[in-house]
């Protein structure tokens, strides 16, 4: 699976405490910080969080193009981890 814009925009727009996107088995998931602690998610790879993403953008929304963009290093950012 490929991280894409609109999984990085799920994130963004996420209400979920401690939104975090993850790999597990081949997978791109949105997951809340309870979810990373239960046994059912135990060994997913953590790949962007709702607050780190923010802490880059600021307060501004950020464009379709934008949205590629993160999505396209997180994703280079797995490709090199052998993801």
């Known amino acids: 699976m490929r991280i894409t814009a609109e999984h990085v925009r799920s994130l963004l727009d996420s209400g979920l405490p401690e939104a975090a996107l993850a790999l597990q088995e081949g997978e791109v998931l949105l997951l ?44 280079a950012g797995v490709t090199n981890l052998g993801g």
Not at 50 to 57: N, T, V
Request: hydrophobic fraction near 40%; glycine fraction near 14%.
């Open 32 to 75: 809340s910080g309870a979810d990373l602690d239960s046994p059912r998610y135990a060994g997913a790879l953590v790949v962007a969080s709702a607050a780190g993403l923010r802490g880059q953008l600021g307060d501004r929304t950020p464009s379709e193009r934008e949205l590629e963009e993160l999505a396209a290093g997180l994703e």
